[in-house]
């Protein structure tokens, strides 16, 4: 048994207290006159010991009360043992890094690797710890099982090579996914090694997060991370010297297609350029806390294209540039002024004209001439573009191969049975599909594709003659048109018709609604089949059914939905870091930095995007190039504050937790850890608990006996 105050036990010394008491004599309590003693014998006087201890009993008790208490205020624990020896006990920790494009800025990496190496090297010999580095994915950079392995000497080596062995990168931040994985390794760590949530103790769990915590991260999974009982968030903000910074993103171009059906986005942002050259529109945003605000903006290598710009702290100003210089294969834009400037280029890349090829079954009424009926209005919103090549047929073959014929499939009526095995096969194999629902004929292309049981289709009545859309997820990537808030006003379109959809049992799993009408009815669904998925609308386009084919939404709409299906590639060149490529298997990639690789046979996509610039694809004798940028939420710079974290829940630890423990573990005092590793341990165990539960019941037994000592025997009271 171990003290954590040891000189508490002083106090034993004064057990002799009670002792001396017991030994001193007290005189008799009683006196009586007596009248004479002249007829009584006289007896010899005994000499007896003059101190002699009485009431043993008592004495004990008040003994082991002077002990009791003693050993109380000297905080007793037990050390050592099986747990200590194989390292189970102390903290379970996760070093959390960020690596995200952000933490380019200044010394901002630097800080933060001596922060890890600032916890790591106050962890004890029985701390286990794992350190992960994270951006939008996380790695695991050195995990439990390496820590509890290598020698105490060692673990600093290994340290020194986890945190060697990465660099920030170009994606963006995610903070939910690296702390639900932190969450994960520590539970599991837990399980393995035996112990409860409990038995680790309210402080001997910890999530350190070491980042510059800017507002651009994404915090989205926070609330719904499981946090467990006893785990603390520590965060360790890292902050550059100049906290300037502002960015430069491209608006629009004459190679990139708008869908918003606004003309050129942008163009009633402040501040604008009034040059009326054709190129393509920049925006600069500068940051609310920079000092500098005068920019220029140009085409890398051709100075005579700079445009100026002033931008005011906190605000934002597009400018027009010329086009850039003839036989430019893949242009790139420079932004200059600003300090930070890991966010200071934007490449772009010429997009190659792709097919559009959509199939409308909607039997002998398809009506390409016939303005009621909702194939009019689609062949018409789908013209030829810059990026485009369409084509859109009603004509099916029966044995028509739709993964070798259509990039997306609209579904107008009740297709012949024959094709509707064909259609199911087009989608479980990846393919996209628009299900307009326009009869109750059309209940069993639900069944057959859907797998519903009976469903059931009614026409809905509407009180007020038409119904509007509400509740609509613009985040849903179908809907990523109307990304911009300007453009998602929906009130002016109105629906005369729809129809209410009865699925009679379960949706498809993940089966969710994109929008409903303001009678509570979905308007707009999207279920998954297989690979694909079919998108479900309860109310047709053409003037009979809705306002929506004449409206100026509808172009956009469609765009959104063959775009998310793969049909019409919306990409038009353009990418962020991390997304994927639409590069088939066994093509020959050139990355930014000049190296090859080929994909692999099995894959439809190019995933190594992890460096902006433009990657090029080379297939035989064509040629096609991606431009991969930073992420524009990246950008975002600004640390928000640990009410972020504690918004969503998170057991944040008080700013001074970390110079409180770091003052206690005496840095590098063998016996200042020891000190506190024997604070946790009493902590867990609060034997002082026990000893005071032992103290009181001393001291009832002793008013007991005293009391009943105190009271005269009954042949004294006579």
Known sequence: MSFLFPLYLLGVGAVALPILLHL??????????????????????????????????????????VCFLALL??????????????????????????????????????????????????TSAEDRVAVVAFDRGVSLLAGFDEWKQASVAGRRELVEQALGAVVPGWDRTDFGTALSFAVELIEEEVTAGGA?????????????????????????????????????????????LLPDNASVHLVASENVLTLAGEGEAGGDDPGQDDNDAKGPRARVINESVSAVEEFTVAWKGAPDSQVRARVAAGMQRTVRLPPPADGAPAPELVLKGDPNDFDNRVFLAPAAKRPLRVLYFGGAEAGENDTSKPFFYLKRAIQATHIHEPWVSSVIPADVNLKETADFIVIGDAPEETLLGSIREYLEAGGRGLFLLRSRNQERVLEALLGLENPSVSEAEMEDGYALLEGIDFDSPLLGAFADPRVRDFAKVHFWKYRRLQPGAEWPEDTKVLARFDTGDPAWLVAPLGGGELIICTSGWHPADSQLGLSTKFVPLLYSFFESGGGASSRSGQFAVGDPLPIRGGVKVRRPDGSEEITANSESYYAKTDLPGIYVALDGEKEERFAVNLAARESRTQPVSAERFEEAGLPVAKPGARAESEAAAGAADPAARRYLLDSEHEKRQQLWRQLLAAALIVVFVEMVLSGRKAQPSAAEAV
């Open 73 to 122: 205020f000297a905080r007793p624990l037990f050390r050592g043992g099986a747990a200590d020896e194989s390292g189970q006990e102390g903290r379970v920790q996760v070093v959390l890094l960020d690596r995200s494009a952000s933490m380019q800025r200044e010394d901002l990496w630097a800080q933060a690797v001596e922060r890890a190496r600032s916890f790591l090297a106050d």
């Open 196 to 240: 409860s949530e409990q038995e680790n103790g309210d402080t001997g769990k910890r999530i350190i997060l070491i980042s510059d915590l800017q507002e651009g991260a994404n915090f989205g999974g926070l609330e719904s991370v499981g946090w467990p009982a006893g785990t603390s968030l520590v965060l360790e903000t890292v902050e550059p």
């Open 24 to 65: 001193r004599r007290r005189p008799p309590r009683d006196r009586t006159d007596f009248s004479s003693l002249m007829f009584l014998e006289a007896t010899p006087l005994q000499r007896k010991r003059k101190r002699r201890l009485e009431n043993l009993v008592l004495l004990l008790l008040r003994c082991a009360l």
